[in-house]
């Protein structure tokens, strides 16, 4: 398993978290973003830069995906797309996407797009807060501890 990180938009507490986890468990860990991203030197984290535009990162992410890796996002057609490719998806939240939750996901962000567009205004999500990084961490150790046992 590797993890893929959409870094554009991924906050740094959770980053830290991926950070410390990769060099705890050993797990090859990619950052993709299109600007520059700050990485502790390890032979287990990497850095990706892509050029600017719209869902580079995405597309890139996607493009390297193997059945199996872990792609750490908020952008839920991204986490659709993983899923489709046979991975996981978990958001800087704590929050799996899964074959079960995704499509009503897609549906609510996109029903949230159409309120927007027609000029309703929409709050965006909460700040991220103690609980979620807890919820982030637990999530990920979980999943890391069911690969490490089927490797």
């Not at 995906?65 to 839920?76: F, K, M, N």
């Not at 962000?109 to 979620?132: C, V, Y």
């Amino acid at each position: 398993m590797k993890i893929w990180v959409d870094a554009d938009a991924c906050p740094v507490v959770i980053k830290e978290i991926l950070f410390k986890a990769a060099e705890r468990t050993k797990t090859q860990l990619t950052l993709v973003a299109n600007h520059s991203v700050n990485v502790p030197p390890s032979r287990f984290i990497a850095f990706l830069r892509v050029s600017k535009g719209f869902d580079v990162a995405d597309n890139e992410i996607v493009k390297k995906l193997a059945p199996g890796d872990l792609v750490i996002t908020g952008d839920i057609p991204l986490a659709a797309e993983a899923i489709e490719k046979g991975a996981k998806a978990l958001n800087p939240r704590g929050e799996l996407y899964t074959s079960e939750n995704i499509r009503s996901l897609l549906n609510m962000r996109d029903f949230m797009d159409t309120l927007r567009s027609s000029g309703i205004q929409t709050e965006g999500p909460a700040a991220l807060n103690q609980n979620d990084r807890k919820n982030f961490a637990n999530h990920l150790d979980k999943l890391l501890t069911q690969y490490a046992k089927h490797r």
